[in-house]
């Protein structure tokens, strides 16, 4: 067995009031490309794509009847470089919540709050692993 973890591609589907919002936040504020997208009949985004560095979300309205929107979310994206990318978003003004900083599990990393409220993590390992004295790891 490898100590190397498999690599996967995981895709989020988010449940938002509006798809147009969150499309232009992550364009506009996060750097963030839009892939595909699907208008509804009132002329409102139902669904879109975003990509950014391989990694991709999904956007879209509530599907049942009653419009619920589901809870909390935290996203967490790999970027190449943290610092780069966060001085980046910076210089745009948007509001981060976390600056950067590496962790004990070895990831360098910082968030900001998307318009619904969902916090989003940009990473990247940057050190081995050093559990807090008291922390047992299985």
Request: aromatic share 10%.
């Given at each position: 067995?490898?100590?190397?973890?498999?690599?996967?591609?995981?895709?989020?589907?988010?449940?938002?009031?509006?798809?147009?919002?969150?499309?232009?936040?992550?364009?506009?504020?996060?750097?963030f490309?839009?892939?595909?997208g699907?208008?509804?009949?009132?002329?409102?985004?139902?669904f879109?794509?975003?990509?950014?560095?391989?990694?991709?979300?999904?956007?879209s309205?509530?599907?049942?009847?009653?419009?619920?929107?589901?809870?909390?979310?935290?996203?967490?994206?790999?970027?190449d470089?943290?610092d780069?990318?966060?001085?980046?978003?910076?210089?745009?003004?948007?509001?981060?919540?976390?600056p950067?900083?590496?962790q004990?599990?070895?990831?360098?990393?910082?968030?900001?709050?998307d318009?619904?409220?969902?916090?989003?993590?940009?990473?990247?390992?940057?050190?081995?692993?050093?559990p807090?004295?008291?922390v047992?790891?299985?």
């Amino acid at each position: 067995m490898s100590d190397k973890p498999a690599s996967a591609a995981v895709i989020p589907l988010r449940f938002v009031e509006s798809v147009d919002t969150m499309r232009e936040f992550y364009l506009q504020q996060l750097g963030f490309d839009h892939l595909m997208g699907m208008v509804g009949k009132d002329g409102q985004l139902d669904f879109a794509i975003v990509q950014r560095a391989g990694a991709m979300l999904m956007l879209s309205r509530p599907q049942d009847a009653a419009g619920t929107l589901t809870g909390h979310m935290e996203l967490f994206i790999e970027v190449d470089d943290v610092d780069a990318y966060h001085e980046q978003l910076s210089k745009t003004g948007l509001a981060i919540v976390q600056p950067p900083q590496t962790q004990w599990w070895g990831d360098r990393n910082f968030s900001v709050v998307d318009p619904a409220g969902h916090t989003l993590w940009f990473w990247k390992t940057v050190a081995e692993m050093q559990p807090p004295p008291g922390v047992t790891m299985i």
